[in-house]
């Protein structure tokens, strides 16, 4: 089976008319639905249980986007039980099978794209073009992965030996838990649950509380593709009960996070622990948050970096793991990309996902209040440019916030604020800017925008980040082209959308067979 090779799904045209009413139409179609009630599914069953909480809208925080239920211990063992029974039978699968099933579904999520994306838009206030992407890229995990299924299904090559042959082949580990952050709330889970189905696991999926509806999508199209029951089962619950028991399950075989550095070491440390009954070291993927820096020198073309910086800085209001978080000039343009900066964020308009503002709400209280709060912390750390303030509305708006002159070594230099808030550093000169991109604990995402090609090679060798950019943004990572993951205290850096994926979620096995 051969396919054409990988493209990218190409993005909505959203100044086409036509777009934007079917936009329309299918956030009408979403929000006659608000209030749904979720069920959890196991081996395909769907499951209610009384206990249950809600999700809600960001744009206006009283409108509940759907109710799931709490999963219990009860409820974590039954998916664990299921999910091991059903891997007997899908690691045995044809891989051209499973490729096969793997386009189906993405032709499904194709003709769903503006259902999902208006998903995303009421549930964690996404705008349009921001909730497109995120369904392009689930998309392109679909379409990328149906191809790595084919891949490693061909081994690798070992050394001849006299009378003997020996074959390199991958198997899959079993029982993968999958634990997805709120803020890509199709494109993440799918990626991580995606990889350890292609490559022949089945999977426990914990969705985030805050978007329990969006990845139900998920499931949905998995089913009308064909994925047999069992083989991705959903378990919606809290992070410290559902998350936690399957974390610390000892017939859990693998578990693939994406979200906070505090909740991921603590995976980590709990996941190293060997339980009762346990007959394997868990393996983790881990990837966490960043403190990303866009460094502009002064050979920059400083009208293209500085709107770089804008997006960066505040695309989904700054809740992206890879947004450029500081901005980091050198001392000749200081004064000017600032102001330029400046002028721009304030031209952003903040107000409801659903109206396709540039600026959109926070994903919920909890997080209006830390970023508040860090928001307070940077009044007295830097010199506020812009911002400072809630924003008006029903939901959690925030305006989009600027300090200048921080310190490299301040609180709102070094600590993932995770909302619309920038640090714009002052360095000295180039190598001073790379140092000060460098001194966090995290390793993300950079860009670096400068012409200069020895300052260009300067930033490959010593950025220390898992995704860097030089001369443009430092968000949007496309599978194939981006593949995505960070180092130091940003994870594992297991790089979803890339060619060693799928090896995290396998394990080699040599045959040798001697023939006389
Ligand atoms: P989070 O609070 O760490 O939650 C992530 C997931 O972990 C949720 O499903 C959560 O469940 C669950 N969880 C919480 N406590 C747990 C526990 N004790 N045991 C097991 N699971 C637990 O992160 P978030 O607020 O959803 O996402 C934002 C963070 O993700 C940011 O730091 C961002 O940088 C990072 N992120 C990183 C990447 C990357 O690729 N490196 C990509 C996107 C986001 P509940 O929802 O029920 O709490």
């Not at 211990?73 to 039978?89: G, K, S, T, Y």
């Not at 189905?197 to 089913?223: C, H, Q, R, W």
């Not at 400046?342 to 540039?358: Q, S």
């Amino acid at each position: 089976m051969a396919l054409p090779e990988f493209r990218n799904e190409p993005f909505t045209d959203f100044s086409a008319e036509a777009n934007q009413k079917l936009m329309r139409e299918a956030i009408a179609a979403v929000e006659a639905r608000m209030g749904l009630e979720l069920p959890a599914v196991v081996g395909g069953e769907r499951l209610h249980v009384p206990d249950r909480f809600e999700s809600r809208n960001p744009s206006k925080k009283e409108e509940v986007v759907a109710r799931a239920p709490l999963g219990s211990r009860e409820l974590v063992d039954r998916a664990v039980d299921v999910a091991w029974l059903a891997f007997r039978a899908w690691k045995r699968v044809p891989p051209e099978d499973k490729a096969a099933l793997f386009l189906r579904a993405a032709e499904l999520l194709r003709r769903r794209k503006f259902e999902a994306a208006a998903w995303m838009v009421l549930e964690v206030g996404k705008n349009w073009a921001e909730a497109d992407a995120d369904v392009a890229e689930a998309i392109d995990h679909l379409e990328y992965f149906a191809r790595e299924i084919l891949r490693y299904a061909e081994g690798k090559p070992t050394t001849p030996h006299p009378h003997e042959v020996s074959y390199y082949t991958y198997e899959p580990l079993g029982v993968v838990a999958v634990i997805p952050p709120w803020n890509f709330p199709l494109a993440i889970p799918m990626g991580m649950a995606l990889g350890a189905i292609a490559a022949g696991n089945t999977v426990v999926l914990k969705p985030s509380s805050d978007a329990p509806a969006t990845v139900y999508t998920f499931l949905e199209v998995m089913e009308q593709a064909g994925l047999p029951p069992g083989v991705l089962n959903l378990v919606p619950g809290s992070g410290s009960v559902v998350g936690d028991l399957l974390v610390t399950h000892p017939r859990v075989r693998m578990v693939a996070f994406t979200g906070s550095r505090e909740v991921g070491c603590r995976i980590y440390e709990q996941a190293a622990r060997v339980q009762p009954g346990q007959v394997w070291l868990k393996r983790v993927i881990a990837e966490m948050g960043g403190k990303n820096a866009v460094v502009v020198a002064e050979d920059a073309d400083l009208e293209e970096a500085v709107a770089a910086a804008v997006t960066s800085g505040y695309g989904y209001q700054g809740q992206k793991c890879s947004a450029g978080s500081r901005l980091v000039v050198t001392g000749p343009v200081y004064d000017r990309v600032v102001e330029a900066f400046v002028e721009r964020v304030r031209g952003l308009r903040v107000g409801p996902a659903k109206d396709n503002y540039p600026v959109g709400p926070v994903i919920n209280e909890r997080a209006y209040r830390t970023i508040l709060e860090y928001i307070e912390v940077g009044k007295r750390e830097g010199r506020l440019l812009c911002g400072g303030e809630p924003a008006d509305g029903e939901g959690y708006y925030i305006q989009p916030t600027v300090f200048a002159d921080v310190s490299p070594h301040a609180r709102i230099g070094q600590e993932e604020i995770f909302g619309p808030v920038v640090a714009v550093i002052r360095a000295r000169d180039f190598d001073h800017a790379l140092e000060i991109a460098n001194a966090t604990d995290y390793g993300l995402t950079g860009a670096v925008f400068t012409r200069d090609p020895d300052r260009i090679a300067k930033a490959r060798a010593e950025f220390h980040c898992g995704n860097l950019y030089i001369n443009r943004k430092c968000t949007g990572a496309l599978v194939g082209v981006h593949p995505f993951g960070g180092f130091n205290m940003s994870g594992t850096d297991a790089k979803v959308g890339g060619p060693d994926y799928l090896l995290w979620f396998l394990q080699p096995k040599v045959t040798s067979i001697k023939y006389r």
